[in-house]
């Protein structure tokens, strides 16, 4: 059993990303108001949190995205909530439209810090008995080539527990990915090629929040690469070389005309043919 909430937020223009879809992004924040939708109606909403010195800390994400939105959808979001014994909390978040298609799925981990650093355990959520997502993350071989970029965490992403919400995370890891296609790819073969590329899901781990205010390295690379899809790696480390965070995505080959799956155009693959892991 698991304790469950639901809340229904609609899309907005601003919303939309460059293939004018409902962003990644939107999903995570809609998700992360349903969490505290849920730990208000517990008795740790925000407010409650801030007075007593407990942060909310996010975790791991696993998220696959199963029908395309746009602005002004309506969209519930149905949110369960278990626990383990150490305090780290499970989210599961359905989100669909009105007839109830399924727009998104996603599971994501958090746990809430008592000011001393020690998990907050809350005894009222049903404790998990099914094991959690396993990560499918191999570590990064050192002779891995790799696209390197040196990016600054703003200020302007801190939340009022004054660490980075996933969100913000998402976003490093969606500005490497558009930084690759860019540098590596060139944007203007999606229009050479009538080809672009849909996220379709993927897993991110949360190791170590980044800190505001700080510079990060971020290495991007290729996984593996099939006929109609690939699926993407990234890494953030700190100054110091910590691994912060890895994700791996899946991204779909769609022609950008009609939206539909297609193979890989050759020009793409031979662009990236050195990025991708040796087996």
Known sequence: MALQKTISLHTHFYDLDWNRHVTSRTYERFSYDGRFSLLEELGYGVHTCLEKGIQFVSGATFVRFLSQQFAGALLDIITDLQRDTEGQLYFHHTIQDQTGKKACEMFASAYLKN?????????????????????????????????????????????????????????????????????????????????????????????????????????????????????????????????????????????????????????????????????
């Open 115 to 279: 000011p001393d650093g020690t998990k907050l355990i809350l005894d009222s959520v049903p404790v998990r008995q099914e094991p959690w997502n396993q990560s499918t993350l191999r570590k990064r071989q050192n002779e891995q080539v790799c696209i390197e970029h040196t990016l600054s965490i703003p200020f302007s992403d801190m939340s009022c527990f004054w660490n980075l919400p996933s969100e913000s995370v998402w976003k490093v890891f969606e500005e490497g990915r558009f930084l690759f296609f860019k540098e590596i790819v060139d944007l203007n073969l999606i229009k050479e090629t009538d080809s672009t590329t849909f996220f379709m899901g993927g897993e991110i781990q949360i190791y170590s929040l980044p800190e505001p205010g700080t510079k990060i390295k971020l290495l991007s690379w290729i996984d593996s690469f099939e006929k109609i899809r690939f699926y993407f790696r990234q890494d953030i480390l700190d100054e110091k070389g910590n691994l912060l965070a890895s994700m791996r995505d899946e991204q779909l080959f769609v022609a950008l005309s009609t939206s539909r799956p297609r193979k890989a155009p050759q020009e793409f693959f031979a662009r990236v043919e050195r990025f991708i892991e040796k087996a």
